[in-house]
């Protein structure tokens, strides 16, 4: 559950086109409208390519906003070191800096942090982030600030910060941290899944559903009934959560993006409602998918070894 909570920063990461922070000069693009979270090398690349321009027209601001996110990509590939070293080189003049850089960078550093382990480091820089965004009306940095205080602090308290962020999305006339809504529903379901409370989770991936399809985004509209699905089969409602999981089979595959959360959750439904020989192409195919991910082979290993068992892969 933690795993594909992890998987699924993704989806807030796309909600966290963080912008109204903006502080470039005409003339330079958006950053946050280059991201592509799937890709963090070529967004890297781009990045990269943008320096010499705002180095060229004097913007300070926009430069030191470029190297906090070209430091999100490295942490994204778990390049920690290199993501930290660019950090340092925007740390010295931070004080110069506008609000949006500052609040960028220690919103990176402690991702950064959380990413590589240290959770206990990121914490004081994710509050102190959500602090300064409020401070400055950057409600969208401030949702961010406050989603990732909820992955960092002990279970008993991510639901306050959930709710905190919850409240400045729904109230904000700022439409990115209105964007934010469905990866905070998401969030809160995933906290409620973890403690066991499976109806409560399964209403909060219901408006995180209903949210993503009232924002037009299809893939995370199917990242949401997945979540929604593997809840259902959690409350004994296996047939239910087959048919969404094999709805979603198509989908991504009609997408090109065959997804292998999908195929391993179609197999243990399979499993549970004794149809095991069916189970274990996916339950093969889920390996194949899943065993080239960097953050589940890092910190789920023996989940991957156990599809690689039930999948009957030699």
């Excluded at 430091?71 to 070191?81: I, K, N, P, V």
């Excluded at 965004?133 to 969208?140: C, G, M, Y």
């Excluded at 989908?251 to 399979?270: R, S």
Aim: aromatic share 8%.
């Amino acid at each position: 559950m933690k795993a594909f909570a992890g998987v699924l920063l993704t989806c807030a990461m796309m909600a966290g086109c963080t912008g109204s922070d903006r502080v470039s000069e005409v003339g330079l693009p958006d950053i946050d409208s280059l991201w592509n979270y799937q890709d963090p090398a070529g967004t890297r690349a781009r990045f990269q390519d943008l320096l010499p321009r705002a180095e060229e027209k004097g913007d300070a601001d926009y430069t030191a906003l470029l190297q906090t996110q070209i430091a999100r990509t490295y942490g994204l590939e778990q390049q920690f070191d290199s993501a930290h070293r660019l950090l340092d080189m925007v740390e010295p003049k931070l004080d110069e800096r506008a609000a949006g850089v500052r609040v960028r960078y220690l919103l990176e550093r402690g991702r950064t942090l959380n990413s590589s382990g240290d959770p206990a480091s990121a914490s004081p820089l994710f509050r102190k982030a959500w602090t300064l965004a409020r401070e400055t009306s950057l409600d969208a940095l401030a949702v961010d600030a406050a989603h990732m205080m909820a992955i960092v602090v002990p279970a008993d308290e991510q639901q306050s910060w959930n709710r905190e962020a919850l409240e400045l999305a729904e109230t904000s006339e700022e439409p990115r941290a209105r964007r934010w809504r469905g990866s905070l529903y998401n969030n809160m379901g995933w906290a409620y899944f973890d403690q066991g409370r499976y109806d409560s989770a399964l209403m909060m991936f219901e408006q995180a559903v209903t949210a993503r399809k009232a924002q037009g985004q299809e893939q995370e509209t199917r990242i949401a009934l997945w979540c929604r699905a593997k809840t259902l089969r959690f409350l004994g409602r296996v047939e239910e959560s087959l048919a969404i999981q094999q709805e979603l089979l198509a989908a991504w595959e009609q997408a090109g993006e065959p997804d292998g959360y999908v195929y391993e959750e179609t197999a243990e439904c399979l499993v549970l409602l004794q149809r095991d020989d069916e189970a274990v192409p996916h339950f093969r195919r889920a390996w194949e998918l899943l065993s080239e991910d960097a953050w589940l082979s890092r910190d789920q290993p023996d989940r991957l070894a156990r599809l690689q068992r039930l999948g009957q892969v030699q």
